[in-house]
């Protein structure tokens, strides 16, 4: 489903040319559930970026769901970001004007989902992340543990089928953690794609497939069958 | 060192009223190195910002160094800050248009430092948080864990007496995170009060004292003489 071979991805900062991503190949499968690990800086969010359609490659190819992505143009990937991905960003990219439902219901609202069913929705997300009685605040007025939870719950209010989740449990103590995992897990039972970035080696292993980066590259692969 | 009697802090979003910090009492004596655990939203970051005088109590007392902080005005209190105190916050808030280099080096222009003593003391910041090849990024060329670094070495730069550092290590990898609390716990050898939010129980065990907050209260503290 998602196939990128040989993908490069360069910044340039004043005379200095970064090398965030240099010749990544990769097959992700439909439903797989992978952890992507590796150091701070190693191009863990840019790779996850690119596979989400944020960010274009500077060379390489990208096929999702066996079509070439790479020529699409930018309504073609806002199509299809909004029908197929849910992003989880590091930094969550909240909306600082809407509060914690608001933000939650912004997928619904692009889908042109009715308001009475967007409401009950909306609803059983709050309470599956323990937002209940914070519906109404703005990101400013939540701790960064429950802005995260905010993002988690925006990213899979539509079930999108691949989930990019970038240090989904950064901000959140080991028991909020565990439960948001829990969550997002059971999403993979029903077929959804589950990627995920994170420092935590313990969440790691519980992936069914772990590739670790450094320098822009993969290093290793566990699900790899060369 | 940092005297804290029956702080209160609310805050109110429309009709509700939220106790985020509920009659804490805590002393922290000089030198200390102290973790503050807790669930998400149990009053972490609202603690520190009380200790760090980037937010007043609606109600208690808080005495720095002996002195009654809650009398200060706001420039009383930004003079404290900026030669006593170093903030990492849980969200970094760099100032997006200075480079990393400039970010760290703010501190000592503040504090009226010269530049050529700046640019070394710049220098050994950024070798030591290995960000040498990142210094004329700006933050949104910076990757998350580099951005974290960069705030962990504007808040230590000028050495302060006191460091309150939220979350330090939530968005690096494990080898980095350690040498970064390596970092920070030197300088308590030096003598400077560490006190450190962190959701990460290993690295709440290295302190020497460990706090836990729930609904905005300290439930347990075990560094408490009563
Ligand atoms: N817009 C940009 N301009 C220049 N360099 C960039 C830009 N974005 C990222 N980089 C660089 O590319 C490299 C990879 O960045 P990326 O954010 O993908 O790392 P990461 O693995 O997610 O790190 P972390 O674990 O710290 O979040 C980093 O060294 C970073 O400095
Ligand atoms: N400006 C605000 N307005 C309203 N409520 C707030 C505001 N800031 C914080 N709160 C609430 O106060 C409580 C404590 O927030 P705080 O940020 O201190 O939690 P925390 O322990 O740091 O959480 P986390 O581990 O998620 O960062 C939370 O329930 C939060 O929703
Ligand atoms: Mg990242
Ligand atoms: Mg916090």
Redesign the interface.
């Given at each position: 489903m998602i196939r990128l071979r040989g993908i490069q991805r360069r910044?340039v900062?004043?005379d200095?040319s970064v090398h965030a991503l240099a010749d990544v190949s990769l097959d992700i499968t439909d439903g797989e559930y992978v952890a992507i690990?590796?150091?701070?800086?190693s191009g863990k969010?840019t790779l996850l970026h690119v596979i989400g359609l944020l960010d274009r490659p500077d060379a390489g190819e990208y096929r999702l769901s066996g079509r070439d992505v790479t020529t699409l143009d930018d309504d073609g990937l806002a199509h299809i970001r909004r029908s197929q991905i849910g992003f989880i960003f590091?930094?969550f990219h909240l909306v600082p004007r809407l509060s914690a439902a608001d933000n939650i219901a912004l997928p619904l609202v692009l889908a042109g989902i009715a308001p009475q069913r967007r409401a009950s929705v909306v609803a059983r997300a709050l309470e599956e992340f323990g937002l209940m009685?914070?519906a109404?605040?703005r990101p400013d007025?939540l701790?960064?543990?429950?802005r995260?939870?905010v993002a988690i719950a925006r990213a899979t209010v539509m079930e999108p089928a691949v989930l990019l989740a970038d240090?989904p449990t950064?901000?959140?103590?080991?028991?909020?953690?565990f439960e948001v995992i829990r969550i997002l897990e059971a999403l993979t039972d029903k077929g959804i794609t589950l990627v995920m970035v994170t420092?935590d080696?313990e969440l790691g292993r519980r992936a069914r497939r772990q590739i670790h980066m450094r320098d822009g590259r993969v290093v290793e692969d566990s699900g790899r069958r060369q």
């Open positions: 910044f900062v004043g200095q690990m590796g150091p701070s800086g969010s590091q930094f009685d914070r109404r605040h007025q701790s960064g543990g429950q995260q939870r240090e950064g901000n959140l103590d080991r028991a909020t953690g420092h080696p």
